[in-house]
């Protein structure tokens, strides 16, 4: 079975800014690029830092009321020893999160989860930006459709187990699984466990074979409407 790793679904095509680069720079590559975040690199082309659109509204949030008040709210400034967020530098967020490009993708989402972060920077071997994955981009596999996940449990999972091959009988409907037949709690179980890692599956169920229709696996029709 083939696993995507963080590689397949990562984008290349990073929108990389210098320490340096002003606020309002940044704001304006959002704009017209249409993006989120930027990366923040060094002259070597290194990741030092990201900044998100929640940084720039952050320090936007910290500017004085028009009657002057800070209404409590405590500068990220202050908290980084610096007078104003003015630049990439004083407004990102570092050290930077990142990723191997090698990593399949469910160590991605862990990571990500732990860290408390909607992208993970991803580096080459060398530590140069190699590109960005988002949460978005770790449910790709998700939009496989029925057919394409069953075709891949009839070839390479029962067809990895001869004692199911020809007793357990699959359904796959909106990505849930349905394993059924009666070969056994074992077969079936080593069944289950192999569609659970099948790039795409939501879940897996398992349930006495009621069908009649014997043991070929097969995928429901697509509901009309």
Known sequence: MKHHTVSDVMTTDVVAVAPDAPFKKIARIFHD????AVAVVDEGHRPIGVVSEADLLRSVAELPGVEGAWRGVRLLSQERGLPEAETAADLMSAPVITASADWNLTEAARHMQLEGVKRLIVTSSDGGLAGVVSRRDLLRPYLRSDEAIHGEIVGAVLGGVPSAAE?????VRDGVVTVSG???ERAAADVARLCRSVEGVVAVRTSPDTSGTGPQADVPSRREG
């Open 182 to 184: 009666d070969t056994g």
């Open 33 to 36: 690029q249409a993006v989120s």
């Open 167 to 171: 007793t357990i009988r699959v359904q």
